[in-house]
């Protein structure tokens, strides 16, 4: 259900007004500044006193710097292929329009001696991941560095291609049109071209789409993962928890480097759904900006099936959620893979398709609840047998022990407080076990040393933002009539 919202606020996030670093990211005269129609801003043209790349994207970054009060982080530069332009994605916070987290990239395109233009693309951090191709197609339409045409000079028009590692020549195809195709379990919606269609059985908010010539697009599949190297899991065994979920869970530690994990993740993830192994080759990966309490990666390449099928020019970007108490966390895929044949023909219109992709996450979290109450009210209800049969059986040795604990009145108000102890102590292991099967966590509040059960998302983010007001607090320490 986390990842379901997750992927809600990343890809479903109502258009916003962005009036962020408006001055900042607009450089003088003659740059233009565009709206994008699926949210976020691009800014293009010559940049003023700029005459090598370096310089130009000193400038575009100053002035975000200067006008948002921070200085942006910005990540390794790299090379567009087959251009004469570089880029790097930045983040950073725009204090004076209420602190709102952005994500960008900039990009210099050298047109000749001494002579270079600058583009910005830009939007709200959650949303950057699945707005910048979109962007990108729209920037190259218009911008032509040089007076280039798009295709050979355009950063913007090699952008996906590049990324990906085209195999290819030629002038890439503009998108197709697209038609609307609803789950039948009305939980997400995508654009598709005429004859490409969602592989029958798709629900929950995730799809798998083919196309004509053998394209093949993942939308927020969600595999289960967990961390070998927890000490719960230890505990359990990792091979005995993954017998419990037969088999379909990734193993991977939480911590890994996403771009040197994604290959080895995404084969354990064709695994879980009956592919065999593959042949991968990164061309280019990237960190690109994620929801808070995630990490994500953007990679490109090519990949080759075993059995022969391919080469395909490979499109994915991947999400590692945080892992929770019990060392399970979930991976997030928006995937895609086309025959090199066919990469410059289909690559905008895969690239509209991810942009098309809608999630009815109040529908999603409905589903949800309705699925997995009954399965909790079971669990509880053999918790609460196993306790009735525990306290039954303190009954039966009350009741034999009756006559030496009325001996004495000191003993029996002694093994009475002792088994009143021991009700509170089952009752609460009770709670804890049914909190640990809820994902749920105890929090107090050092400063009225309330309690309250909060979800393990929701707790995470209060210690973690204010470790000296906030403290887990363990079994033991429950409070009778609060916490169980």
Same mark, same amino acid.
């Given at each position: ?29 003659? /740059? *233009? ?30 002035? #975000? ?11 390794? $530069? ?27 990239? #900039? ?23 699945? =707005? ?35 195999? *290819? ?17 009305? =939980? ?73 994990? +994604? ?61 929770? &108490? ?10 895609? $893979? ?15 398709? +991810?942009?098309?992709? &809608? ?23 053999? $918790? ?11 009954? &039966? ?18 093994? &009475? ?26 929090? /107090?509040?050092?400063? *009225? ?13 209060? #210690? ?21």
């Amino acid at each position: 259900m986390r990842a379901w919202g997750r992927f809600s606020a990343f890809l479903s996030l109502s258009i916003v007004c962005i009036c962020a670093c408006k001055a900042g990211t607009q450089a003088p005269t003659p /740059q *233009t500044t565009i709206n994008a129609p699926q949210g976020g801003k691009i800014v293009y043209g010559a940049v003023n006193g700029a005459t090598t790349q370096a310089a130009a994207m000193t400038k575009l970054l100053s002035t #975000v710097h200067a006008k948002c009060g921070e200085k942006p982080q910005i990540g390794k $530069v790299f090379q567009f292929r087959g251009t004469n332009s570089v880029g790097v994605f930045f983040t950073v916070t725009d204090h004076p329009e209420g602190n709102i987290p952005l994500a960008g990239m #900039v990009i210099a395109a050298a047109t000749g001696p001494n002579q270079v233009e600058g583009a910005m693309l830009y939007d709200v951090a959650s949303r950057f991941g699945t =707005t910048v191709n979109p962007m990108l197609q729209q920037l190259s339409s218009v911008w032509h560095p040089g007076g280039a045409g798009a295709a050979s000079g355009s950063p913007a028009g090699a952008t996906t291609a590049s990324a990906a590692g085209s195999a *290819t020549g030629g002038k890439a195809a503009p998108a197709a049109a697209l038609h609307k195709v609803t789950l039948p379990d009305n =939980t997400a919606s995508v654009g598709l071209p005429d004859g490409w269609k969602v592989v029958p059985g798709c629900a929950g908010g995730t799809m798998s789409i083919t196309g004509l010539h053998g394209e093949v697009v993942d939308l927020n599949l969600s595999p289960t993962a967990v961390d070998p190297n927890n000490s719960l899991v230890r505990q359990v065994g990792v091979n005995r928890l993954v017998a419990n979920y037969k088999g379909k869970v990734v193993v991977y530690p939480s911590n890994a480097d996403l771009a040197k994990a +994604f290959p080895d993740i995404w084969q354990q993830v064709r695994r879980i759904n009956g592919v065999g192994p593959a042949n991968i080759q990164i061309d280019h990966s990237e960190q690109i900006p994620a929801p808070q309490g995630e990490r994500c990666v953007h990679v490109t390449g090519h990949l080759t099936d075993n059995d022969g099928k391919g080469p395909y020019e490979m499109n994915s970007t991947m999400c590692m959620g945080a892992p929770g &108490q019990g060392g399970l966390y979930v991976l997030s895929f928006f995937h895609s $893979v086309v025959p090199n044949a066919f990469a410059n023909q289909d690559r905008a219109t895969v690239t509209a398709v +991810f942009a098309s992709f &809608q999630v009815n996450t109040a529908l999603i979290n409905k589903q949800v609840a309705a699925t997995t109450a009954p399965v909790i009210a079971a669990m509880n209800k053999q $918790v609460e047998a196993q306790a009735a049969q525990y306290i039954n059986n303190i009954h &039966q040795i009350g009741q034999q022990t009756t006559a030496r604990i009325n001996a004495s009145e000191g003993a029996n108000s002694a093994e &009475q407080a002792s088994w009143n102890a021991g009700q509170d102590a089952n009752a609460r292991n009770v709670q804890g076990f049914s909190n640990y099967l809820l994902d749920q966590t105890v929090v /107090q509040n050092n400063d *009225t040393g309330g309690h309250s059960t909060d979800w393990n998302s929701t707790a995470d983010a209060l #210690v973690k933002a204010n470790p000296d007001r906030f403290q887990y607090v363990g079994t033991p320490n429950y409070i009778k009539g609060t916490d169980f």
